[in-house]
Nanobody
Framework: QVHVVESGGGLVQAGGSLRLSCVASGSIFRINDMGWYRQAPGKQRELVASITNGANGGSTNYAASVKGRFTISRDNAENMVYLQMNSLKPEDTAVYYC???????????????WGQGTQVTVSS
């Protein structure tokens, strides 16, 4: 079983910054993609940013609404992914979820795990 835990959320004023962290633990052979999603009240969960497990730190993908303000990165040795959020706006307010997928050892079965989420609130 693979567990994913986020940290780093909080309350910040518009224009401020926050850094979210996420660690995956458990029975892991390899983590492929890691990503951050968010869900605002009354809205569907949406992709914020994702990163593959590739050479030179992996390939990244961003939602148009956060491109240029948010940066995703990962530490494969520690099974961690980060989201640096700058120039935050009130519309960034949401619960942010971390997701990881990959393979477990032995059976080489795939896993797809979500964290419990961390609240980010941006005041105007």
């Amino acid at each position: 079983q693979v567990h994913v835990v986020e940290s780093g959320g909080g309350l910040v004023q518009a224009g401020g910054s926050l850094r979210l962290s996420c660690v995956a633990s458990g029975s892991i052979f390899r983590i492929n993609d890691m990503g951050w999603y968010r869900q605002a009240p009354g809205k569907q969960r949406e992709l914020v940013a994702s990163i593959t497990n590739g050479a030179n730190g992996g390939s990244t993908n961003y939602a148009a609404s956060v491109k240029g303000r948010f940066t995703i990165s990962r530490d494969n040795a520690e099974n961690m992914v980060y989201l640096q959020m700058n120039s935050l706006k009130p519309e960034d307010t949401a619960v942010y979820y971390c997701h990881a997928d990959g393979l477990v050892p032995g059976t080489w079965a795939e896993f797809s795990s979500w964290g419990q989420g961390t609240q980010v609130t941006v005041s105007s």
